[in-house]
Nanobody, 123 residues
Framework: QVQLVESGGGLVQAGGSLRLSCAAS????????MGWFRQAPGKEREFVAG????????YYADSVNGRIIISRDNAKNTVYLQVNSLKPEDTAVYYC????????????????WGQGTQVTVSS
């Protein structure tokens, strides 16, 4: 079992930056590939970024590539999402998720989810 708790969301002006954190419980965090997804009102949940359990491989959605960096600290059981040059269309609830498999862009591939953290970008 892995329990995930996101933090770091908030209200930010366009062009600003945020660093989201996802703290995981459980001793097996280092064996899970982690992903970040987001869901805007009225839209489906979409993949944003993923990082392999080793931290050696990452993957980004085209819509955010170049503006987002995913990283993890297995010693702290935490995965991070640095979001730069924020745009109003980045407004969404951001979720972290865990899977024992390789990075996937499909939400159904992930077994564990956090409750989400709201990011609101004002224009």
């Amino acid at each position: 079992q892995v329990q995930l708790v996101e933090s770091g969301g908030g209200l930010v002006q366009a062009g600003g930056s945020l660093r989201l954190s996802c703290a995981a419980s459980g001793r097996t965090f280092s064996s899970y590939t982690m992903g970040w997804f987001r869901q805007a009102p009225g839209k489906e949940r979409e993949f944003v970024a993923g990082i392999h359990w080793s931290g050696g491989s990452t993957y980004y959605a085209d819509s955010v590539n170049g503006r987002i960096i995913i990283s993890r600290d297995n010693a702290k059981n935490t995965v991070y999402l640095q979001v730069n040059s924020l745009k109003p269309e980045d407004t969404a609830v951001y979720y972290c998720a865990a899977t024992p498999d390789y990075i996937s862009t499909l939400a159904q591939s992930y077994d564990y989810w956090g409750q989400g953290t709201q990011v609101t970008v004002s224009s």
